[in-house]
């Protein structure tokens, strides 16, 4: 029955779940992260490489633990998760600020941290949404997934001025806090729990079983779409402010960069959510995962800092458009029964990714001097993304 306080009801859980996604973990440490490698490096004299790589356990760490989490959902609900994630999570980043005082005990920090906040993400969140929207699904996904581009927009400059301001350990500190003060009243008193049943064996859900998914080439083939659609995407854009950097531009400038990721995250998210429910999902994705072989592209062939910006915007709807994608098809191809843990392996794949590109990425560059060789390669491996996701008939042939 779709009532006026059902639909209230219902557009209250997509705009509280896109408020904590928007100080998600993610957001902080992965992409916030951009902003902190020079002043930690030109603070402390620890080698911008070393201090650049750190992003790589905090994406492995919650990458693993997304079908932890992913379980932990299903059997749990996201209600629970989220409460207690936000809270651990907030304890998380405010340590590194207090005990990171050499490299490893700043590298034992973050990843303590993304191991308390690997909670808050994207997989419950989107179970929330997928487990009470069936209609324009595309749409709620998207404006909840919307707020993650506000974050990459707008996090990561905040959090240049509290460094530029009060230094960096002080920067983690404000942002646990402030997390936490947007991520528990959201859970508390916005989320609900769908109503999925959550017994053990969830056998009168419709779906596939995690072992029935995983036999498929269907999975598979995504997997590994989003893994290097991610893999290449975040690379280029968590290494931009960097980049500008190199290229002349001050600190507090090269963050601002981050903000026209974020804005044309915002922009895709919005109309890819819209164009899934009305379009063939997987050409249209495909499509979409274009994007990172030109941001590279572009990247690899200049050397001034226009061209970043540009390649700003190109990354930004690569990522706007998986982050859509990867629940939408997921619940698509495999439905409900098992939701909840493919999309903690899948999310597993893009964390992963997230942070595997960026760090791989400042390695093969070494420290700008190879950037052409570095982006071209990277531009190639993008190009690989779409294609494993065309090869599977089950796949292309979803419908919208």
């Not at 001050?250 to 903000?259: G, Q, R, T």
């Not at 560059?365 to 570095?374: P, Q, S």
Request: glycine share 10%; proline share 6%; no cysteine.
């Amino acid at each position: 029955m779709d009532t006026d306080a059902g639909r209230g009801r219902r557009i209250a859980i997509v705009l509280g779940s896109g408020a904590g996604m928007y100080l998600s973990i993610g957001i902080v440490l992965i992409y916030g992260f951009s902003v902190f490698i020079v002043p930690i490096a030109n603070d402390t004299g620890w080698d911008r490489t070393l201090v650049a790589a750190v992003v790589a356990p905090i994406a492995i760490v919650n990458g693993l633990m997304s079908p932890v989490v992913g379980a932990l959902t299903d059997r749990f609900g996201p209600r629970r998760v989220l409460t207690f994630s936000s809270v651990s999570m907030a304890v998380g980043l405010i340590s590194i600020g207090i005990v990171s005082h050499s490299l490893p005990a700043f590298t034992a920090a973050v990843v303590a941290a993304s191991l308390l906040g690997a909670a808050q993400t994207g997989v419950p969140y989107t179970y929330v949404i997928v487990g009470w929207i069936s209609a324009r699904r595309g749409l709620a996904l998207g404006v909840m997934l919307s707020f993650v581009g506000l974050g990459i927009a707008t996090v990561p400059p905040a959090l240049a001025l509290l460094i530029a301001q009060w230094g960096w350990r002080s920067a983690f500190i404000v942002a646990g806090l402030v997390s936490m003060a947007i991520t528990l009243p959201v859970a508390l008193f916005v989320i609900r729990d769908p109503p999925v049943p959550r017994s053990p064996d969830r056998a009168g859900v419709e779906g596939d079983t995690v072992r029935q998914a995983v036999g498929t080439a269907s999975f598979w083939l995504m997997l590994g779409a989003f893994f290097l659609n991610y893999f290449a995407a975040a690379a280029g854009s968590i290494s931009l402010p960097v980049v500008l950097a190199d290229r002349g531009a001050d600190p507090a400038e090269a963050a601002l960069v981050m903000s026209l990721v974020g804005l044309a995250f915002i922009a895709m998210r919005l109309g890819f959510g819209a164009l899934l429910d009305r379009f063939p999902p997987v050409p249209l994705t495909s499509l979409a995962f274009l994007s990172p072989l030109a941001g590279h592209l572009i990247l690899a062939n200049s050397d001034s800092q226009v061209p970043v910006y540009v390649s700003a915007v190109i990354f930004g709807l690569a990522t706007g458009a998986e982050g859509d994608a990867i629940g939408f098809l997921l619940a698509r191809r495999f439905r409900m029964r098992s939701f909840g843990k493919l999309y903690g392996i899948n999310y597993m794949a893009l964390t992963i990714g997230a942070g595997l590109g960026p760090a791989s990425l400042h390695v093969m560059a070494a420290e700008g001097t190879r950037y052409v060789e570095t982006f071209t390669t990277f531009a190639a491996i993008a190009a690989i993304a779409p294609i494993l996701l065309m090869l599977d008939r089950r796949t292309r042939s979803l419908t919208r």
